[in-house]
């Protein structure tokens, strides 16, 4: 009896554990140490986001925007130690994933020299997904003032860049250096807001006339298949 009981136990504590660990973020546990430079990933972690709201037409298409880390690497320049990462960003535009940026180039990172650099295309079209850890927003802005014309302003756990004509994105970015929200506003209209999906992603397929004549043809071929098969069998 009492066997049986700690095997109740054992299995009893396997599922606890099991449950917390399914519930808890996939990424929470990687990162990539240089030094006192730390990235929250390793190399093939993969980050995505879900359309929240959009008012623009390209953006209203897309249900998902998934972030992958393709390389994480020590890089010298000017006889200093940088930590390089690099990025493939990929958009489910309608009923496939299309990518925008494969392996590129993303973000260089030195917290002993208070350095931080974006790569052009993730700085202009607001592609800023991940940080540094532990996070620094005052060293996040001035490395966007510096590298551009853009201002900032800080707000809790809050970045706004200032695009000018109007424009800012607003970067929620939580303490574990992964924009929780992404949102873009223009006169006062958000054009599209992205929300860190940490959860199963369910893609989702249209089911319109295109594919209701693949499955009438496909289910007709296998009837006719199966006629035949059949006839074949009694000759």
């Given at each position: 009896m009492?066997?049986?009981?700690?095997?109740?136990?054992?299995?009893?504590?396997?599922?606890?554990?099991?449950?917390?660990?399914?519930?808890?973020?996939?990424n929470s546990f990687s990162n990539t140490v240089l030094g006192e430079s730390v990235f929250p990933a390793e190399i093939n972690d993969?980050?995505?986001?879900?359309?929240?709201?959009?008012?623009?037409?390209w953006y209203m298409e897309v249900d998902y925007i998934r972030f992958t880390v393709t390389n994480i690497y020590n890089e010298t320049n000017n006889d200093k130690n940088y930590l390089f990462l690099n990025y493939t960003l990929e958009y489910y535009h309608k009923i496939s994933w299309v990518p925008e940026y494969i392996n590129s180039f993303y973000m260089a990172y030195n917290k002993t020299l208070n350095f931080l650099n974006w790569s052009a295309e993730g700085l202009q079209r607001g592609n800023l997904f991940l940080f540094p850890t532990p996070v620094n927003r005052s060293l996040i802005g001035e490395a966007i003032k510096t590298a551009s014309f853009f201002s900032y302003s800080i707000s809790g756990e809050k970045i706004i860049l200032d695009y000018g004509n109007s424009t800012t994105i607003e970067l929620?970015?939580?303490?574990?250096?992964?924009?929780?929200?992404?949102?873009?506003?223009?006169?006062?209209?958000?054009?599209?807001?992205?929300?860190?999906?940490?959860?199963?992603?369910?893609?989702?397929?249209?089911?319109?006339?295109?594919?209701?004549?693949?499955?009438?043809?496909?289910?007709?071929?296998?009837?006719?298949?199966?006629?035949?098969?059949?006839?074949s069998l009694k000759n």
């Open positions: 009492i066997k049986v009981k700690n095997n109740r136990n054992y299995w009893l504590s396997a599922l606890c554990f099991l449950i917390i660990f399914i519930n808890f973020p996939i993969e980050f995505v986001w879900e359309k929240i709201n959009a008012t623009e037409s929620t970015i939580g303490s574990s250096g992964i924009s929780k929200i992404i949102e873009r506003i223009t006169n006062g209209t958000t054009i599209y807001r992205w929300e860190l999906n940490t959860e199963e992603i369910i893609i989702k397929v249209p089911f319109g006339n295109y594919y209701l004549i693949v499955l009438i043809i496909s289910v007709i071929s296998l009837v006719i298949l199966k006629k035949k098969m059949l006839m």
